[in-house]
C-alpha cells in the first residue's frame, strides 16, 4: 500500500486549505484512513478519520467545526478540509490508512494504522 499526501502550503491565519490522500496498491472497502499531524518537537496527534465502509468520521476536539474529512472511494483518496486555519494547527500533517476495520479508538490511535504517507507541510501565519 501507497500513500501520497498532497496540498500542504503556506497560508495566513482564517485561510482554508484541502490535503488530498491517494492510496494506491489495494483497495480499502472497509478499512479506514486519517489524518495526524505532528508539530516540531511534538508527538504525532491524532486530526480526523473516515470508515470506508459506511463513512463513518472522527475528529480531534481541536479540528472540529474547522475541518472536514471526506473519501472518494472510486479514486482511492482521502480529502481533509481545513478552513479558519490557526497558527497551532502548522504541522507536518500525514495519512495513514488501515485495511482492516479499526475500533473506534484504534481508528484514533498512531497505533491503529500500518500504513502511512510521506507527510505534506502545512504553515499558518499570524
Known amino acids: 500500500v501507497q500513500l501520497q499526501a498532497s496540498g500542504g502550503g503556506l497560508v495566513q491565519a482564517g485561510d482554508s486549505l484541502r490535503l488530498s490522500c491517494a492510496a494506491s496498491g489495494r483497495t480499502f472497502s472497509s478499512g479506514a484512513m486519517g489524518w495526524f499531524r505532528q508539530a516540531p518537537g511534538k508527538e504525532r496527534e491524532f486530526v480526523a478519520a473516515i470508515r470506508f465502509g459506511g463513512g463513518t468520521t472522527y475528529y480531534a476536539e481541536s479540528v472540529k467545526g474547522r475541518f472536514t474529512i471526506s473519501k472518494d472511494n472510486a479514486k482511492n483518496t482521502v480529502y481533509l478540509q481545513m478552513n479558519s486555519l490557526k497558527p497551532e494547527d502548522t504541522a507536518v500533517y500525514y495519512c495513514?490508512?488501515?485495511?482492516?476495520?479499526?475500533?473506534?479508538?484504534?481508528?484514533?490511535?498512531?497505533?491503529?494504522?500500518?500504513?502511512w504517507g510521506q507527510g505534506t507541510q502545512v504553515t499558518v501565519s499570524s
Open positions: 495513514a490508512a488501515a485495511t482492516n476495520r479499526p475500533t473506534t479508538s484504534m481508528a484514533r490511535s498512531v497505533s491503529g494504522y500500518p500504513y
